[in-house]
Nanobody
Framework: QVQVVESGGGLVQAGGSLRLSCTTSRRTSSNNAVGWFRQAPEKEREFVAVISWNGGSTLYADSVKGRFSIIRDRAKNTVDLQMNSLKPEDTATYYC?????????????????WGQGTQVTVTS
């Protein structure tokens, strides 16, 4: 059974930090890239970051580059999103997704399994 579960969301003041965690079943993701997306109310779901199957390459949206880091622990089957210097515009539901291939990019259609999301709210 496919399992993608996010955790770690919450309420934080601008300038603060949060760490999101995505746990995936080994069968689902051990050879696949894993990404993070987010969706704010009344907006399209947008790409945030992705990490390749072995953690060797990463890609970030311009809006989060330098503030967010994506980290993969293959032993634990987790992919974390460390978010620093948070801004009110980072407020959204954050989704973890397992890609179809070992590497992936920004296109949502490249991802096959999605979690239910975790809410991040940044207050000014």
């Amino acid at each position: 059974q496919v399992q993608v579960v996010e955790s770690g969301g919450g309420l934080v003041q601008a300038g603060g930090s949060l760490r999101l965690s995505c746990t995936t079943s080994r069968r689902t993701s051990s050879n696949n890239a894993v990404g993070w997306f987010r969706q704010a109310p009344e907006k399209e779901r947008e790409f945030v970051a992705v990490i390749s199957w072995n953690g060797g390459s990463t890609l970030y949206a311009d809006s989060v580059k330098g503030r967010f880091s994506i980290i993969r622990d293959r032993a634990k089957n987790t992919v974390d999103l460390q978010m620093n210097s948070l801004k009110p515009e980072d407020t959204a539901t954050y989704y973890c997704a397992v890609a179809r291939g070992a590497v992936s990019g920004r296109d949502r259609s490249s991802y096959q399994y999605w979690g239910q999301g975790t809410q991040v709210t940044v207050t000014s």
